[in-house]
T-cell receptor
Framework: GESVGLHLPTLSVQEGDNSIINCAYS??????FIWYKQESGKGPQFIID?????DKRQGQRVTVLLNKTVKHLSLQIAATQPGDSAVYFC??????????FGKGTRLHILP | DTGVSQDPRHKITKRGQNVTFRCDPI?????LYWYRQTLGQGPEFLTY????????KSRLLSDRFSAERPKGSFSTLEIQRTEQGDSAMYLC?????????????FGEGSWLTVV
């Protein structure tokens, strides 16, 4: 079965607000996690990644937090924009760069 | 565009026919992956190559599926005797070998509809 999962299938956020998308994983040996964004009809687009020796990593308007104690991962998007509407996947790198995806969270940006 | 390229983007075929998808990875990448994605689901791993060697195949890859990467560059994924359950988006991705955790980049996918 899947070792990576998402807490909520759909998230609606007002434009300009911050979004938080959560993810849980089950394999305590996992050491590398990735967030992907997938727009309708397109392939997954790399957003940000984090290794298990880190708790936090920041990119442009995005922050990933890793809590190894509870095996939880989150993606924070600051000041959401209409272009942020997509499905977001957390993924676990299983070694040899094979990635296992969860089912995704659809983010709706409300005007 | 120097990203991962897939062809065709869309394919409609009759049940029982064979189809082939092509993937051109990012030029310096030596690892190439195939995934399958159905509506409402995350991509599922099918197989991957390191150069021309196919190193792992998922249980999802039945004997009707075959993937090749003959020269370690482009890859093909062939589905023989297609079934309606094969309808999905087939995603190709590539990465460069290194320490675990190198970024995997995806193409835009090839949509297959079996009628």
């Amino acid at each position: 079965g899947e070792s990576v999962g998402l807490h909520l299938p759909t998230l609606s956020v007002q434009e300009g607000d911050n979004s938080i998308i959560n993810c849980a994983y089950s394999n305590s040996a996992s050491d590398y996690f990735i967030w992907y964004k997938q727009e309708s009809g397109k392939g997954p687009q790399f957003i940000i990644d984090i290794r298990s020796n880190m708790d936090k990593r920041q990119g442009q308007r995005v922050t990933v937090l890793l809590n190894k104690t509870v095996k939880h991962l989150s993606l924070q998007i600051a000041a959401t924009q209409p272009g942020d509407s997509a499905v977001y996947f957390c993924a676990e790198n299983m070694g040899d760069d094979k990635i296992i995806f969860g089912k995704g969270t659809r983010l709706h940006i409300l005007p | 565009d120097t990203g991962v390229s897939q062809d065709p983007r869309h394919k409609i075929t009759k049940r029982g026919q064979n189809v082939t998808f092509r993937c051109d990875p990012i030029s310096e990448h030596n690892r190439l992956y195939w995934y399958r994605q159905t509506l409402g689901q995350g991509p599922e791993f099918l197989t991957y190559f390191q150069n021309e060697a196919q190193l792992e195949k998922s249980r999802l890859l039945s004997d009707r599926f075959s993937a090749e990467r003959p020269k370690g560059s482009f890859s093909t994924l062939e589905i023989q005797r297609t079934e309606q359950g094969d309808s999905a988006m087939y995603l190709c991705a590539s990465s460069f070998e290194g320490a675990s955790g190198n970024t995997i980049y995806f193409g835009e996918g090839s949509w297959l509809t079996v009628v």
